[in-house]
């Protein structure tokens, strides 16, 4: 895939992966309601984990795009707002937290933080957009905080996330027998579109709006 130069890119690259998701989901949906008994209880325990897929898949597609995006145009860090600049040094900082810097070492990063303001980003760390293979709220507030994107309006979807979606999705992937009713069979799906859809849009906010200059 072509990378994100333009707005326009951008857009296109992240509703097409979307659309693509959001077909499987509802094709899924489609079986289960034309399947008898048997087939049913398969295939709601296959739209739960296809359902968890889509949701980790997408926000760590649309958020490297985002991201990437933004780095091919080459800003100052002064000329972005200043949670880019705290992305350059947040992998850094966890690799100080875990090894024993000594107070040269530690005095020389933070130099380089007082003194890197006029560094460009153009080039994206892969640690940063990290699911962790486990998707769940905490997680995700993380990469809404690299992304700059609120975190209210997720708020609600908490439990859903981190229950419905990922504590199922592990209990089928580890082979238990947890069984999904019919009845949940709209909310799975529609609740799981939806949060796909608001992350997606929150970025495609950013980007026409340009929020993520300074201000």
């Not at 958020?63 to 145009?73: G, S």
């Not at 990290?130 to 975190?151: E, M, R």
């Not at 229950?163 to 069984?179: D, F, M, Q, S």
Request: charged share 30%; hydrophobic share 40%; aromatic share 10%.
């Amino acid at each position: 895939m072509s990378k994100p130069y333009s707005e326009d890119d951008f857009s296109a690259q992240i509703t097409e992966d979307r659309n693509w998701r959001m077909k499987e989901i509802s094709d899924l949906k489609s079986a289960i309601r034309q399947g008898d008994g048997r087939a049913k209880r398969v295939l709601l325990r296959a739209l739960v984990t296809i359902c968890y897929a889509h949701w980790e898949g997408y926000v760590r597609f649309a958020a490297k795009k985002y991201l990437e995006h933004i780095a091919l145009r080459k800003f100052q860090y002064s000329q972005l707002g200043p949670q880019f600049f705290k992305n350059f040094f947040l992998p850094r900082l966890a690799l100080a937290t875990t090894s024993k810097l000594s107070i040269t070492e530690r005095c020389s990063l933070v130099e380089e933080i007082l003194n890197s303001s006029d560094r460009r980003f153009s080039r994206v760390n892969d640690d940063l957009i990290n699911t962790k293979s486990n998707l769940n709220f905490d997680v995700f507030s993380d990469i809404c905080i690299v992304c700059s994107v609120p975190i209210e309006p997720f708020l609600d979807w908490k439990t859903f996330i981190d229950v419905v979606l990922l504590k199922r999705r592990n209990a089928i992937a580890h082979g238990e027998e947890t069984l999904i009713a019919v009845d949940d069979l709209d909310e799975v799906a529609n609740e799981t579109i939806s949060l796909i859809r608001t992350f997606g849009d929150a970025l495609e906010n950013h980007v026409v709006l340009q929020t993520y200059k300074a201000r």
